[in-house]
């Protein structure tokens, strides 16, 4: 006890004379040095910050590094890695003669991997940028990257990312998966279908692979071809609802629309919260048939889950023509004319024929030739859907009038003709 209390006046002692001889800076870095040996990388910063506000100091910025890579560590092992980056980052400011670039760029892939796995992919390219600009060394940042730009939209540059890694591994099937589908969106069938057959070729079980052949295969009307790739990513995922929509579409285009229906059904099996184009799309199917009134049905269905989807209008008005139901038509077409300024589908020459007249309509009704019950439901519509994501439309989705050869595309309502 004699020789620990001694030992204890002895360092007392010493921390004294110490402090008398070292600047108040030098005592803050003294001091900091202790915590980061404890690894207590807060009070180290801490301690440095202050010796810093006082002085310069010999070494303080490398110090400041080490704190601040400990801290990236420590961010890391909790797998916070944008904020384990932005300590790596602050570390390499310091100093960037120490060495974080490693662990630097590998915080940002992390969190670019993070990123996208939540979707996030503007985060995510940003994340991947700044890990290749690092250095970062893994292969496999480039090619996510392809991957967010591809889901952003940006294709040309997801090409560019994933052809960089073609070029050192050229076997890649996710590169050429991606490069295969961002070719398709682009048009570039040809180059899709090399890289995508490359794909298969090399791994047989990847369903997006094989959807994204039977959108190829689809757009240069190889409709079989489509229909078996689809068939092909079913069997692989029974729950991929996409891959069951689209083999519904193919097979309306094939003219069988009794398999439609089966596919567009069992598509709403797998997920009635999106079921949206899956009403659309097999009301369309089943007016093809002569089952009118489940058409109608569906098309009802849809109205009331999506008011805003302004095909919808455009079916059932068309429909009610079939039925022979004119008057309630041309309110239903009239509310689509209304809500569809855009005419993303192109069916508003479509809806003037079915109308029955050429008035020129000008934007939100304001035409005195529309129906008193297509403003009062255009404006609910309206007045109730301020948020663009409320009018979920989807590029291909069917509507009567949009197949070759379709003898209804041209009918034309006389009034006074029922």
């Known amino acids: 006890m004699k020789y620990k209390k001694a030992a204890w006046l002895i ?27 404890r690894q207590d990388w807060d009070n180290a910063l801490t301690m440095y910050s202050q010796a810093a506000s006082l002085d310069p100091v010999p070494n303080l910025n490398t110090k400041l590094a080490q ?15 944008a904020i384990a980056a932005y300590y790596y980052g602050q570390a390499k400011s310091c100093d960037p003669a120490v060495d974080f670039r490693e662990l630097y760029g590998g915080a940002l892939y992390q969190s670019g991997k993070l990123d996208l796995s939540q979707r996030k992919y503007g985060e995510a390219v940003t994340a991947f940028s700044a890990a290749l600009e690092a250095g970062y060394a893994n292969k496999d940042a ?12 940006l294709f040309t540059s997801a090409i560019g990312d994933a052809s960089l890694c073609l070029d050192s591994d050229a076997n890649s099937v996710r590169a050429l998966g991606i490069r295969g589908y961002a070719y398709l969106k682009t048009g570039e069938y040809r180059q899709a279908l090399a890289d995508l057959n490359g794909a298969i070729g090399l791994n047989q079980s990847d369903r997006e692979v094989y959807f994204n052949r039977g959108m190829v ?20 995922d029974p729950s991929y609802l996409e891959a069951c929509i689209w083999l519904g579409r193919t097979y309306y285009a094939l003219t069988e629309y009794s398999a439609a229906v089966e596919q567009l059904t069992r598509g709403l099996q797998i997920n009635p919260l999106e079921a949206t184009i899956v009403y659309n799309d097999r009301a369309v199917c089943l007016g093809k048939t002569g089952e009118f009134n489940a058409a109608l049905a569906d098309l009802d269905t849809l109205i009331y889950q999506h008011p805003a989807y302004y095909l919808a209008y455009y079916n059932r008005g068309a429909l009610f023509m079939k039925m022979l139901q004119p008057q309630l038509a041309i309110d239903d077409l ?31 009704c304001f035409s005195p030739g529309v129906s008193q019950y297509a403003l009062q439901s255009c404006d609910r519509v309206l007045s109730q859907s301020t948020r663009p994501q409320e009018l979920p439309c989807s590029d291909g989705a069917l509507y009567f009038g949009c197949e070759a050869g379709d003898s209804n595309t041209a009918v034309y309502i ?5």
Do not use: H
């Open 334 to 364: 009239d509310t689509y004319l209304c809500l569809d300024i855009s005419d993303k589908f192109g069916c508003r020459e479509l809806a003037y024929g079915w109308r029955g007249y050429y008035n020129q309509y000008a934007m939100c």
């Open 67 to 81: 704190a601040y890579g400990g801290k990236g560590g420590e961010a890391s092992a909790k797998k916070d890695y």
């Open 11 to 37: 360092m007392a002692w010493l921390a004294v004379v110490m402090a008398g001889c070292l600047s108040p800076a030098q005592l803050k870095v003294a001091q900091g040095d202790a915590y980061l040996d």
């Open 217 to 236: 295969l689809k757009s240069q009307g190889e409709l079989r071809g489509a229909a078996a790739d689809f068939q092909r990513a079913l069997k692989l």
């Open 142 to 153: 480039r090619l996510s990257r392809a991957e967010a730009y591809a889901a952003l939209g």
């Open 414 to 418: 006389v009034p006074g003709s029922f």
